[in-house]
T-cell receptor, first 114, second 115 residues
Framework: AQSVAQPEDQVNVAEGNPLTVKCTYS??????LFWYVQYPNRGLQFLLK??????LVKGSYGFEAEFNKSQTSFHLKKPSALVSDSALYFC????????????FGKGTTLSVSS | GAVVSQHPSRVICKSGTSVKIECRSL??????MFWYRQFPKQSLMLMAT?????????EQGVEKDKFLINHASLTLSTLTVTSAHPEDSSFYIC???????????FGPGTRLTVL
């Protein structure tokens, strides 16, 4: 069965510092991995995805994520955090099959202080 | 980018009534749409997968007779919560899969409150 783990409920970082939001996954076969961001009382916004190819994926708003097959991880990173990055971040995985649903981690709240 | 809309954004209803939520893909055709439910400060729970022109596939524990899903066109899926009860109060979010990018795009969500 597929699963996603986000080990941190909350990540706190000062503005201008680099940030990392952790994600590990479990899936049979090759994974499709995604990161989404959710602002209060809003839906999810797509940030980036990994399907195949380069392990370092660049996405929206300066975010990037690195796929590490040996560690089954897909951590989200940004070199310099902004206060406006404060939100709830979800990692998600699905099987390598079109039309299958995403399975989400529990989410990590990112708080960036000025 | 791909845009998914949901209507209404917020609804308050009395216990025992039915509520319909619409999910539309605005700039792409979605053969597959998904309905999720989210409780406060929790992750998204998949309720059902909806394929255009066929019956929805419900996740274990989700009552198909209570949560009616219709995917009548490539751009519209509806979720009807029938005989709503206070425990159905939640944030319902739909998503639509774009075939060209093989990515799910999410609607803004619907806050349902059942009194």
């Amino acid at each position: 069965a597929q699963s996603v783990a986000q080990p941190e409920d909350q990540v706190n970082v000062a503005e201008g510092n680099p940030l990392t939001v952790k994600c590990t996954y479990s899936v049979s076969g090759n994974p499709y991995l995604f990161w989404y961001v959710q602002y209060p009382n809003r839906g999810l916004q797509f940030l980036l995805k990994y399907i195949t190819g380069d392990n370092l994926v660049k996405g929206s708003y300066g975010f990037e994520a690195e796929f590490n097959k040996s560690q089954t991880s897909f951590h989200l990173k940004k070199p310099s955090a902004l206060v406006s990055d404060s939100a709830l971040y979800f990692c998600a995985v699905r099987e390598n099959q079109a039309g299958t649903a995403l399975i989400f981690g529990k989410g990590t709240t990112l708080s960036v202080s000025s | 980018g791909a845009v998914v809309s949901q209507h209404p954004s917020r609804v308050i209803c009395k216990s025992g009534t039915s509520v319909k939520i619409e999910c539309r893909s605005l700039d792409f055709q979605a053969t597959t749409m998904f309905w999720y439910r989210q409780f406060p400060k929790q992750s998204l729970m998949l309720m059902a997968t909806s394929n255009e022109g066929s019956k929805a596939t419900y996740e274990q524990g989700v009552e198909k007779d209570k949560f009616l899903i219709n995917h009548a066109s490539l751009t519209l899926s509806t979720l009807t919560v029938t005989s709503a009860h206070p425990e159905d109060s939640s944030f319902y979010i739909c998503s639509a899969r774009s075939p060209s990018t093989d990515t799910q795009y999410f609607g803004p969500g619907t806050r349902l409150t059942v009194l």
